[in-house]
């Protein structure tokens, strides 16, 4: 049973995926955010780099679209996310991972300043504003996936908090 206080927090979460706040998820929302991370850390769209987000974005739109757009109007509303992805998801995170990581990958190699694999705590905090974190949340955030703190947050920590944020109910 999911109560009613994590579907209010799922519901929340809602709002970070509708970047344009047209009260759906759609495929824009998805190209938007690629669009704003992009010119956050000036990589030109026909790049590698730019090209392999908006792959990721598409992939992570189809897959959230194949689990939550229930009624096939190309867009998730805010019950279809709640009580669709959200709860087919929350029992199993690592489906979450799988379909938002070509996404996270992309915008982390993006980030990655100095090409090394990780990103800085920092460029985390930019990811995570442009994505629609407030400036608070999103250094908290970034700060806390840095675990062993060395200033450094590689892939794999993000991909699962990430999930985790989405569909664990604690």
Do not use: C
Request: proline share 2%.
């Amino acid at each position: 049973m999911v109560s009613s206080e994590y579907e209010r927090r799922i519901a929340t979460r809602f709002a970070g995926f509708d970047q344009d706040g047209n009260g759906y998820i759609d495929r824009q929302d998805f190209s938007g955010a690629a669009k704003a991370l992009l010119a956050e850390f000036g990589t030109t769209a026909r790049s590698d780099k730019g090209q392999a987000l908006f792959i990721g974005a598409e992939a992570f739109w189809q897959g959230m679209a194949g689990i939550a757009d229930r009624d096939g109007d190309q867009r998730i509303n805010r019950d279809e996310f709640v009580n669709g992805a959200v709860k087919r998801l929350r029992d199993n995170p690592e489906r979450f991972a799988a379909i938002a990581r070509p996404f996270l990958h992309a915008a982390l190699q993006i980030a990655d300043g100095d090409g090394d694999g990780s990103v800085t705590v920092e460029e985390v905090g930019r990811v995570l504003r442009v994505l629609g974190a407030t400036p608070s949340i999103a250094d908290t955030a970034a700060a806390a996936l840095d675990a062993d703190a060395d200033g450094r947050v590689a892939e794999d920590e993000i991909v699962v908090a990430f999930a985790q944020y989405f569909t664990v109910p604690e």
